[in-house]
């Protein structure tokens, strides 16, 4: 069974070679189309054994999907975006999985490395080369809708999803988002697309969270409403639609919907580890009202799902911070910075929990990383941190 990578690019000289390696060894064919690079992309892409193609950029990313689709030749198309690499791990069921003869699409499950909200996302990038399957929208493209019309014609076909981390994308780091203006560009399409679909579940999910996440909340929560209202919603964006209201009230500081929302979002039938963001935010709501004991079950349930959830046990070793349990929280903010060993924050709040059991030498060690770290991201964090330590008579 034929496999081919598809990827549209732009400028993409410093990720493309990582995402290309990850698959050369998991694809027969390597389809790239460039929509106006003025790097090396092109060349680096033929290195690999790519076939090349351009397309004039039309601030359309399905037009742009979809002009890829037209040089496949496997029977089954792999999507990847440049700064997202497929993990050695998920080959083997890949492969499996295209073997299966009512397979129509598989989801992939995405991390979102970097990301400040969900880790983890479900995403339609591997699917069979079918005439009729195809990308829509300008932004957030997917094949869904297409696959939708497709089912209700010829319902033999099956969707499914791969449940281990299939992609690790790398484009929600700050940085990432800063250099390629991703906000003003995802803003202006989506915009324009709601004009004409100004009812459309999908487009509200994302169009309001990006207002919300950019302050403009009263927007966000009207349009986040919108598409709670709008009749029959898949429960992956009836997920969205509650988890980003939660983060809106969050923000209005209207914590019991916002405890709402996030319990709902918990509760629908999606795959368990897409709801870890609102898991760890429903957490994050009860502990600041004081409901501890119901805060540590929430994040207990979240680290059950993903034990290497370093967020979750960052806040788990937070709450058990407050209910005295100081050696546990030890524990927690330990695993937290096992997990990820640049984490400012643990190893901050690791120094306080260490120096108030007594343990001075390993406590004001572990401040002195947290001050290196901030210092990297966070100055004057790092300046308050030395100066209340100064304050309390230890020099780091």
């Known amino acids: 069974m034929m496999l081919s990578l598809c990827a ?15 698959v050369k060894d998991v694809v ?25 193609y351009h397309f004039q950029w039309c601030n359309d990313f399905a037009a742009a999907r979809n002009e890829s689709l037209k040089y496949v030749q496997g029977e089954w198309v792999l999507v990847l975006d440049a700064d997202e690499v497929l993990t050695p791990e998920i080959a ?15 989801n992939l499950v995405r991390e979102e490395v970097g990301a400040t909200g969900s880790p983890y996302s479900l995403v339609s990038r591997l699917f069979r080369n079918h005439p009729a399957v195809c990308f829509s929208r300008p932004y957030h493209e997917m094949v869904d809708d297409s696959v939708v019309e497709l089912l209700q014609r010829e319902p033999q076909w099956q969707v499914g999803y791969l449940s281990d981390v299939a992609i690790l994308h790398y484009g929600y780091q700050p940085e990432a988002i800063a250099s390629k203006h991703k906000f003003q560009k995802a803003q202006a399409a989506m915009e324009g697309y709601l004009a004409n679909h100004p009812y459309d579940a999908y487009v509200c999910s994302k169009l309001g969270a990006l207002y919300v996440q950019s302050g403009d909340i009263a927007r966000g929560v009207q349009l986040l ?33 916002a405890k709402y929302h996030y319990q709902a979002a918990t509760q629908l039938p999606i795959l368990p580890k897409l709801k870890l963001a609102a898991y760890n935010n429903l957490g994050n709501v009860l502990k600041d009202n004081s409901k501890l004991q119901a805060a540590k079950t929430v994040y207990e349930t979240a680290l059950q799902i993903d034990p290497s959830f370093a967020v979750g046990y960052y806040n788990l070793g937070m709450t058990l911070k407050v209910l005295g349990r100081l050696e546990d929280a030890i524990a927690a903010y330990q695993k937290a910075i096992d997990l990820n060993p640049d984490y400012a924050d643990a190893y901050q709040n690791l120094g306080v929990a260490l120096l108030k059991v007594g343990y001075v030498p390993e406590s004001l060690s572990a401040f002195k990383r947290a001050i ?7 100055p004057s964090e790092a300046q308050r941190l030395r100066q209340g330590l ?3 008579g230890f020099n780091v």
């Open 8 to 22: 549209i690019v732009k400028n993409e000289e410093k990720s493309l070679s990582s995402c290309l390696s990850s």
């Open 28 to 52: 027969d064919e390597m389809v790239v189309v460039d929509t106006g690079s003025t790097d090396r992309t092109p060349e680096i892409a033929r290195e690999f054994g790519a076939r090349v």
């Open 225 to 257: 409403k919108r598409g709670l209202d709008s009749g029959s919603v898949d429960d992956l964006v009836l997920y969205e639609l509650h988890y980003h209201l939660g983060i809106a009230y969050e923000h209005l500081q209207q914590l019991s919907l």
């Open 92 to 106: 083997p069921q890949l492969k499996q999985a295209i073997l299966q003869p009512d397979n129509l699409v598989i």
């Open 372 to 378: 290196a770290l901030h210092e990297q991201r966070n």
């Open 390 to 392: 100064r304050e309390m």
